[in-house]
C-alpha cells in the first residue's frame, strides 16, 4: 500500500518541516483518506504573511512583462501534469475525471489569459483646470493579497486570485478550503519549480477559524480576496472591518432559468441539465431554480425528467462514462435531503428522483426535479448546491422576472426565448451580474464574473477584474 502524503505549508519559497497540528483528507465517493494536510498556527499565518510583504516592493518593480512569464511557465507545467493533477482533484473533490481535466486546462489557459495583460495595464492622463498642469492616474499594486478558496472549483480559483495579483504586482497568501487542498499543494510543487522569487506567492492551509480568521483580521494584508459562502464572507467583512481591508467577494448564488412560451425546449433541457449536474449541482452559478411560461410547461417538466432521470453517476475513479459524482460531504448530502424534504412539506411533488442513492459509498443524491413549487418555499429561497431542479409555473415574462429579482442573491440567470426582443428585455429587467440567453451558465475568462445583492462585492476576470487587484495613484504635475 502507498504511503498517505503529509503536505506542508509554502512560505517564503520553501516547503515548511512541519506543522504542529494536521488535518486528515478524504476522498467522498468512498472515504478512503488521501492525505494529512496542516492546520497552520497563527505564528505560521503571519510568517507567510510577513514573506509576502518582503517580496513585494522588488516584485511590483520586476516588468510586468516578466512577471507574466513565470506566469506562462507554471501553466506549461500545469498542461504537462495535466492527468495527474486532474486525478488529485478528483480524488479529493468528487468531480468526474473530464471535468477535473477542463479544470485543469481552463487554470493553464486563465494564468496565459492574465499574463497577456502584462502589456496592457494602462493608466490616464486627465485634462487639468489649470493651465500648464497635467493629471496623471496610475495604477498601482495594492501590496498583499489573501486568497480564500472553496472546495468546488478548488484549482481553478487558486489561478482566478494569483493570475491578476501577481502579474499587477501584487505578492499572495493562498488558503485553500481544508476539504480540498490536496490540489493546491501539487499546484505549488510545480510552481516551487520555476523559481519565483521567495515570498511572492505562499500558501497556508487550515481551518477557516483559525487560518482564514488570521488572514483576514491582519493590518498587514491590503485585499481579501474570498470565493465561498454568503455567511462566511459577512464574518470576513467583519474581521476585516478595523482595518477597513478591501474586500473582494464571490459568494453565493439562486440562479433563476426562466423558459419563454417560444424556447427551444430541448436546447433549454440539455442547457439546464448541464447547468445543474456539472459537478453535483456544486457551482455558484449553477440553475438554481425554474420559472417556465404554463403553456409549454407539462412538456418541458416531461423532458426535465426524462433528461435528469437518464444522468449517469457514481464513483469517478471507479466507474466509466460519468456526468457526475457525488457531494463533497455528509453537510452537504444533509442539507440537500433536509429542503427537498422541507419542500415535499410545503407542496412540492418529487417528478423523478427526490431520495439519497445508495451505491454502497459516497454522498450521492439522485438528480431530482420538483414540481409545484411556489415563491414561499424554501427551495426557491436558499442555495440547494446540489442535484436538484425546483420548477415554478409562471404566465409571463414580467411574472419570471420579479420572482427572479425577488432573492438575495443575484449572481447568474438565464433565459431560453427564440424573441430577440423578449430576450433583451430580460435582459433590462434582469437585477443580475450575469445572464445567459439560450445557453448553460459558464463564464468566460475575458468576461466579469460578478454578483449583486448578497452574490458579492467586485468581480473577477477579464480587464475588470484584472483591475480589482489595483489601486489608483493621482499625480498632479504643474508645469
Ligand atoms: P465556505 O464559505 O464554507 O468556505 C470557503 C473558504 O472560507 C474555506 O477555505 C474556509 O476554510 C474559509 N473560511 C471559513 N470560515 C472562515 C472565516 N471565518 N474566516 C476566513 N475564512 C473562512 O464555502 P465552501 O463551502 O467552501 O464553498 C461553497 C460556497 O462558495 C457556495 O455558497 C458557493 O456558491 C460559493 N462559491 C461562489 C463562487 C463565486 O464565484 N461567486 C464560486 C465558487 C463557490
Known sequence: MSEIPVYQNYINGEFQAESASYIDVTNPADGALLSRVPNASVADVERAISAAKAAQQGWAATPAIERAQYLHQIADKLRQNVDRLASIITQEQGKILPLATVEVNFTADYLDYMAGWARRIEGDIITSDRPGENIFLFRKPLGVVAGILPWNFPF??????????????????????????????????????????????????????????????????????????VATGSAIMASAAPNVTKLNLELGGKAPAIVLEDADLD????????????????????????????????????????????????????????????????ASLDKVVHMVETAKREGAEVVTGGKVADLGSGFHYEPTVLTGCHSGMEIMKKEIFGPVLPVQIVDSLEEAVELANASEYGLTSSVYTQNLSMAMRAINLLDYGETYINRENFEAMQGFHAGTRKSGIGGADGKYGLYEYTRTHVAYIQS
Do not use: W
Request: proline content about 4%; hydrophobic content about 40%; aromatic content about 6%.
Open 156 to 229: 481553478f480559483l487558486i489561478a482566478r486570485k494569483m493570475a491578476p495579483a501577481l502579474v499587477t504586482g501584487n505578492t499572495i497568501v493562498i488558503k485553500p478550503s481544508e476539504e480540498t487542498p490536496n490540489n493546491c499543494f501539487e499546484f505549488t510543487r510545480l510552481l516551487d519549480e520555476i523559481g519565483l522569487p521567495n515570498g511572492v506567492f505562499n500558501v497556508v492551509c487550515g481551518t477557516g477559524q483559525q487560518v482564514g480568521e488570521a488572514l483576514t483580521s491582519s493590518s498587514k494584508v491590503d485585499m481579501i480576496s474570498f470565493t465561498g459562502s
Open 267 to 330: 436546447l433549454a433541457v440539455a442547457a439546464i441539465k448541464a447547468s445543474r449536474v456539472i459537478n453535483t449541482g456544486q457551482v455558484c452559478n449553477c440553475a438554481e431554480r425554474i420559472y417556465v411560461h404554463a403553456s409549454v410547461a407539462d412538456t418541458f417538466i416531461s423532458k426535465l425528467s426524462e433528461a435528469m432521470k437518464a444522468t449517469r453517476f457514481g464513483n469517478p475513479m471507479t466507474d466509466k462514462d460519468l456526468e457526475m459524482g457525488p457531494l463533497i460531504n455528509q
